[in-house]
């Protein structure tokens, strides 16, 4: 049974940064595509940001492209999502999940077979 364990989340000012972090266990980690989602209150869980398998490609919301950078290290078992110049509207909990995405599905939701428990960031304005 793989289990992914989110840490990293706080409270932050607007225009402050946070790195969060998400350790999976087992040993199928490097053969599976990662991703960020988030979900706000009231709101529908949305894509944030993935990376495939390999590290090779990576992907990111509108909302967030060239603001926040996804990585991960397949030694450590580690994602990584590093968010800067963070605004009030990223406010959410963030969650990570693993899966193997096909014909560029990333963004799906159903693409992905395993999900954290989530970690709150909130941004003050």
């Known amino acids: 049974q793989v289990q992914l364990v989110e840490s990293g989340g706080g409270l932050v000012q607007a225009g402050g940064s946070l790195r969060l972090s998400c350790a999976a266990s087992?040993?199928?980690?490097?053969?599976?595509?990662m991703a960020w989602f988030r979900q706000a209150p009231g709101k529908e869980r949305e894509f944030v940001a993935a990376?495939?398998?390999?590290?090779?490609?990576?992907y990111y919301a509108d909302s967030v492209k060239g603001r926040f950078t996804i990585s991960r290290d397949n030694a450590k078992n580690t994602v990584y999502l590093q968010m800067d110049s963070l605004k009030p509207e990223d406010t959410a909990v963030y969650y990570c999940?693993?899966?193997?995405w096909g014909g560029g599905s990333y963004y799906r939701k159903d693409s992905y077979n395993y999900w954290g428990q989530g970690t709150q960031v909130t941004v003050s304005s």
């Open positions: 999940a693993m899966g193997r």
């Open positions: 087992g040993r199928i980690f490097s053969t599976y595509d």
């Open positions: 990376i495939r398998w390999s590290g090779s490609n990576t």
